[in-house]
Nanobody
């Protein structure tokens, strides 16, 4: 069992910043990739940013230069620093973690989602 707990969403004015966190816990042997996705009302869930062992980081074009994904491997935690937020960044943000459990099976887990609202 792998659990993810997200935090850090909220209401921010356009141009503001937020930092999302997602901590993974449970029977984790190794984490191979961590990422953030978002889903706005009426839209499909989209990838925002990922960070993977040996493959570096990847961002959707619309957030490049504004968002930064990072990890604290000792804490099995992934962060998303979001700067210069725009109204179109408003969505529910979900973290995603992929890896291997202590008994050798692969897992993909999702966080519960955290709301980001960008409005004046």
């Amino acid at each position: 069992q792998v659990q993810l707990v997200e935090s850090g969403g909220g209401l921010v004015q356009p141009g503001g910043s937020l930092r999302l966190s997602c901590a993974a816990s449970g029977t984790i042997e190794r984490i191979n990739a961590m990422g953030w996705y978002r889903q706005a009302p009426g839209k499909q869930r989209e990838l925002v940013a990922t960070i993977a062992t040996g493959r570096g980081t990847n961002y959707v074009n619309s957030v490049k230069g504004r968002f930064t994904i990072s990890t604290d491997n000792a804490k099995n935690t992934v962060y998303l620093q979001m700067n210069s937020l725009k109204p179109e960044d408003a969505a529910v943000y979900y973290c995603n973690v992929q890896g291997t459990t202590t008994w050798g099976s692969r897992f993909t887990s999702w966080g519960q989602g955290t709301q980001v609202t960008v409005s004046s």
